[in-house]
């Protein structure tokens, strides 16, 4: 069947992944010269639809700019030897929030981005804990090695140390940290000699055989030879099951500034990255890449603009084929869901899209019924598990700044919580008029205000409240951490947990010491 071999093609060339960093690892740089060295690459006279890549990319990074935050989180898309790529941008910076974590739950892999003088710095490790969580095989690429920075071998050191992934260079730096010389890839020992250009642009990349590269490097080239003899005597070698299976990281050398070592990530990308596999069910089962339509909203994002009360869901296509017009079903309700006006969400462009597959990501604007998580189908019902959610680190009281409009303020918290644009929780003592609103970044309080007077037509007043430790316990531990002090009790609004707030670690920690008995639990990605 024909139908049929097209989805499972279509699946097997798509890599859809994240870049997980810390602000400026270089994460905005990485993402630009993928594309641009993509397209370098990539057959001349291969069709990229609207103008070149690059100026996409720049489009989008101008807009998150100009705005503050990113107002749209976006994928970008470039052919690269026959793949697909699909990349999906990880909010960060100020804009980090819940929405940060759950991009990850709709990528197969994702590429950990260090900056060579930091190595694993806190957003990463939180963003990589997400990962391991959701078995998100990791690639990593240590960037601004044209800068001084640390060891190599100590930098995979710490990769095995502080995260226990086994560290598997696949091409590995001549030259000392400040005076980089090139590359050496580890699958047949060829040299790329790095050749720096003035004015910020892309430096030279010149292959050289090893002995040419001896005799013109001497001491730098046989340090480098003896660190790939330890690494080989240490086992260092990529087995793409352990990588698959979270056990190992497939390790890059590069800088993104100059773009050098990145067209090695495009092909890493390529020949180890997972394409769309065959998707966990929550009744414990999979669905085959290759049935029929099914995909999951990992994202729903409001526009901030109050002329256009938008809203657009996101959804990564988990089997089949998705084709502009068909109805599909919504897991939760079992509503149909006309697709008609499906988007695009390459970047600015919001073009209507035709045809998607597995990997792909679409947007459904408007569908004020979706939520984050919901399941949509078509052909055999399935449901997929739901999106965790993350451990908030912020809290805030929110109250309706005039109480007249009540009605007003109550709608639109429901909408903004079932939206997953904040979590909401509820306690008897402080009443359906003053919830406290808990995020994983505080621009989602700002978000919620704006929308609150702008969307709801009812401006609130947010203040701050003292507790910074969250953790999930059940009704009997409840009843007994609410009688403690600096403790508060809540019920999630959304699925009926119920989560304890301390005020602060030391609190939490005597607690737990003193009543080892307790039910408090980790929310996932704690900070
Ligand atoms: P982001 O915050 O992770 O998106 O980081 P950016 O891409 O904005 O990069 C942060 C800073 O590091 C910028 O000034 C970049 O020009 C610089 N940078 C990024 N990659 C490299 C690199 O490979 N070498 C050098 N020297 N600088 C880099």
Redesign the pocket.
């Known amino acids: 069947m024909k139908g049929k071999n097209e989805v499972s093609d279509e699946a097997a060339r798509r890599r859809t992944f994240a870049v997980i960093?810390h602000?400026?690892?270089?994460?905005?740089?990485i993402t630009e010269a993928l594309a641009v060295q993509a397209a370098a690459i990539s057959s001349a006279g291969a069709v990229h639809g609207k103008g070149d890549r690059a100026g996409v990319t720049s489009d989008w990074m101008e807009m998150e700019r100009s705005r503050g935050i990113s107002i749209t989180s976006s994928v970008l898309r470039f052919d690269y030897e026959g793949a697909l790529l699909n990349l999906l941008d990880t909010p960060?910076?100020a804009d980090f929030s819940e929405d940060t974590y759950r991009v990850l739950s709709a990528v197969d892999g994702a590429v950990m981005l260090l900056d060579s003088a930091k190595g694993l710095e806190a957003q990463t490790l939180k963003l990589f804990d997400v990962c391991k969580h959701g078995d998100v095989p990791i690639l990593t690429f240590v960037?601004?090695w044209?800068?001084p920075g640390r060891e190599p071998l100590e930098l995979l050191d710490e990769i095995e140390q502080r995260i226990g992934l086994h560290a598997a260079p696949l091409n590995w730096p001549v030259g000392v940290a400040g005076d980089f010389r090139g590359l050496i890839s580890r699958a047949d020992g060829s040299f790329t000699k790095f050749v720096p250009q003035p004015n910020g642009k892309a430096a030279l990349a010149v292959t050289m055989t090893s002995e040419q590269a001896a005799a013109e490097l001497g001491d730098v080239w046989e340090t480098a030879m003896e660190e790939l003899t330890l690494l080989t005597e240490i086992g260092a070698e990529l087995d793409h099951e352990a990588f698959t299976g979270g056990i190992s990281t497939p390790v890059l050398f590069g800088?993104?500034?100059?773009q050098f070592g990145v067209s090695a990530l495009l092909d890493a990308l390529k020949t180890y990255a997972p394409p769309p596999a065959d998707r966990r069910t929550e009744a414990g089962g999979t669905r085959p890449v290759d049935a029929p339509f099914s995909g999951q909203v990992f994202k729903v994002q409001a526009g901030m603009d109050k002329a256009h009360r938008d809203s657009l869901a996101f959804i990564r296509v988990c089997s089949g084929k998705f084709e502009r017009g068909m109805t599909l079903t919504m897991g939760s309700t079992g509503r149909g869901l006309v697709t008609k006006h499906a988007q695009t969400v390459f970047g600015r462009d919001r073009t209507t899209v035709d045809t998607a597959f597995p990997g792909d990501v679409i947007g459904l604007p408007n569908t004020h019924g979706l939520t984050v998580g919901e399941s949509l189908f078509d052909g055999p019902s399935v449901t997929f598990p739901p999106i965790p959610a993350f451990a908030p680190e912020h809290f805030m009281v929110c109250r309706a700044k005039d109480v007249g409009r009540y009605k007003q303020f109550r709608r639109g918290i429901e909408q903004l919580d079932s939206e997953g644009a904040v979590q909401v929780l509820r306690s008897d003592i402080r009443g359906d008029q003053a919830p406290v609103l808990a995020a994983v970044g505080p621009l989602q309080f700002e978000v919620v205000a704006h929308r609150m007077e702008h969307e709801f037509n009812s401006p609130v007043v947010l203040t701050t409240i003292d507790f910074n430790e969250c953790r999930v316990t059940d009704a009997e531990s409840g009843a007994a951490l609410a009688k403690m002090r600096g403790v508060e009790v809540f019920t999630r609004s959304l699925n009926g947990d119920l989560i304890a707030l301390f005020q602060d670690k030391w609190r939490l920690r005597a607690i737990e010491r003193e009543f080892p008995d307790l039910t408090i639990e980790q929310m996932l990605a704690a900070g």
């Open positions: 960093s602000p400026d690892a270089g994460k905005s740089t960060g910076h960037n601004k044209d800068r800088a993104a500034l100059p």
